[in-house]
């Protein structure tokens, strides 16, 4: 049975077919390694994203728009 969002449930694979997706899974651009998160870099993103904001608001304020 497909579901609304059109994925397979996993009873309906083939030992055949769940060997062949594990392989495809864990293999290629899906076993890279990649480096932990940085919070720090998304903190000092929403520092500028808000100082952008920031001087937009300012720049209307001053015009008159808002």
Do not use: Q, T
């Not at 903190?43 to 808000?50: A, D, I, L, Q, R």
């Not at 952008?52 to 001053?62: D, E, H």
């Amino acid at each position: 049975m497909v579901n609304f969002m059109g994925m397979r449930s996993k009873e309906e694979y083939s030992e055949e077919d769940l060997a062949r997706i594990n392989e495809a899974v864990n293999s290629g651009i899906h076993s890279v390694e990649r480096k932990p998160f940085r919070f720090r870099l998304l903190f000092w993103w929403w520092v500028v994203v808000g100082i952008l904001g920031g001087i937009s608001w300012l720049s209307a304020k001053l015009v008159g728009v808002v």
